[in-house]
């Protein structure tokens, strides 16, 4: 059973990864806008006070102006912090100027850092390869996110493309869902 739900997710990681790699600059730019626009006006965007998301890369939905909108609210702005075996810290930056090479070639602050503790993160994005209306994800396969946000009192969201945004995904036990899924077409309040 746990080995068919690996395969499963090994499968569509290989499927997701090709479909967001032929994925036309248009599109992520016009996907990229509505997701931004829908993920700056939620009220537990406003409303919070410190904030944890993810540097993009490549075709992943854009955080770039996420971080920089949060950062001119005069937010506190925490990004992930690599330290392997699976610890993946919330590290604050006060600029651009902070974010470095980091593990996995994913640009990230630097090894000291100040940290935050996620007790003190009142909202966080989270990436995927794929959401689903349940809030559960297919991520790149570390595990980082999910232990992350296994204690969570935090409002987390997840972001991605709507065509990635799917009715089901295959499910461990110890995945952990967002909260909220928002993509440049609409925002979905999943609990």
């Known amino acids: 059973m746990h ?9 569509l990681r290989k499927e997701y990864r090709a479909a967001h790699a032929e994925l036309n600059p248009e599109y992520i730019a016009e996907s990229d806008r509505g997701i931004f626009e829908n993920l700056s006006k939620l009220p537990e965007f406003k409303s919070a006070r410190a904030i944890f998301t993810y540097y993009s890369i490549q075709n992943e939905p854009d955080t770039h ?3 920089e909108l949060a950062l001119q609210m005069g937010k506190i702005v925490t990004l992930p912090l ?3 075996n699976g610890i993946m810290d919330a590290a604050i930056i006060r600029s651009f100027e902070d974010i ?3 593990a996995f070639e994913i640009p990230a602050p630097a090894v000291d850092a100040e940290l935050l503790s996620p007790e003190k993160i009142d909202f966080a994005i989270i990436p995927a ?4 209306r349940e809030g559960f994800r297919v991520g ?7 232990r992350f946000l296994k204690d969570a009192r935090y409002f987390a969201v997840g972001i991605t493309r709507a065509k990635f945004f799917v009715e089901r995904l295959p499910r461990e036990d110890h995945d952990v869902p967002v909260r909220c899924v928002v993509t440049e077409n609409e925002i979905a309040r999943l609990r």
Do not use: H, M, P, T
């Open 3 to 11: 080995d068919d739900i690996r395969r499963e997710k090994r499968r």
């Open 65 to 67: 102006r996420i971080i």
């Open 82 to 84: 690599i330290r392997g």
């Open 100 to 102: 470095g090479a980091g």
């Open 129 to 132: 390869l794929s959401f689903d």
């Open 140 to 146: 790149q396969g570390g595990g980082y996110y999910d």
